[in-house]
T-cell receptor, first 112, second 108 residues
């Protein structure tokens, strides 16, 4: 079974721009979660989608948004980028809520 | 608020030297405790799920245990390829909360 895939793997953006990251979950998984990982804060939960509905949201500003499509693929958008948004953005999928999550390789975002 | 604290932050061992990593947690209604391994530049790799106090899981040189307040990841006779950051996470009512991780280095 193919694992979780994320595109692009690396991205460099300028302050004020916006960015869209993509995630394809493991086949059959309906839950997709997004995380931000930085050296100082560790892994921080952004949001979780299940069957195209956002079920949970972390403590991030409204500039961070996401969506899930009918095929369970998910996108995450960050608008008006700030330097502090530079991080590794990880997507994880699970078959059902509260089961183990399987992570993708991440998208490394650098904001200059 | 759900919290996870891992100790030590970093640990250096000689090949074959067994040790344990600690994960202390506070959560309202534990629905699962997870251990992950993360190599530099990669996403976390799932290792174990524990659901109730007293439960144990094993995989090769790793063994995870769970009590009501903490979990331990025991590593027996480690090899250099076991070097990685080990992350602990708890699933509460709404979201998965991660600890900061323990960076483990095994010297040959």
């Amino acid at each position: 079974k193919a694992g979780v895939t994320q595109t692009p793997r690396y991205l460099i953006k300028t302050r004020g721009q916006q960015v869209t990251l993509s995630c394809s979950p493991i086949s059959g998984h309906r839950s997709v979660s997004w995380y931000q990982q930085t050296p100082g804060q560790g892994l921080q939960f952004l949001f979780e989608y299940f069957s195209e509905t956002q079920r949970n949201k972390g403590n991030f500003p409204g500039r961070f948004s996401g969506r899930q499509f009918s095929n369970s693929r998910s996108e995450m958008n960050v608008s008006t980028l700030e330097l502090g948004d530079s991080a590794l953005y990880l997507c994880a999928s699970s078959a059902e809520f509260r089961e183990e999550q399987y992570f993708g390789p991440g998208t490394r975002l650098t904001v200059t | 608020e759900d919290q996870v604290t891992q100790s030590p932050e970093a640990l250096r061992l000689q090949e074959g030297e067994s040790s344990s990593l600690n994960c202390s947690y506070t959560v309202s209604g534990l629905r699962g405790l997870f251990w992950y391994r993360q190599d530099p530049g990669k996403g976390p790799e799932f290792l174990f799920t524990l659901y109730s106090a007293g439960e144990e899981k094993e995989k090769e040189r790793l063994k995870a245990t769970l009590t009501k307040k903490e979990s331990f990841l025991h590593i027996t006779a480690p090899k250099p390829e076991d070097s990685a950051t080990y992350l602990c996470a708890v699933q509460g009512a709404q979201k998965l909360v991660f600890g900061q991780g323990t960076r483990l280095t095994i010297n040959p």
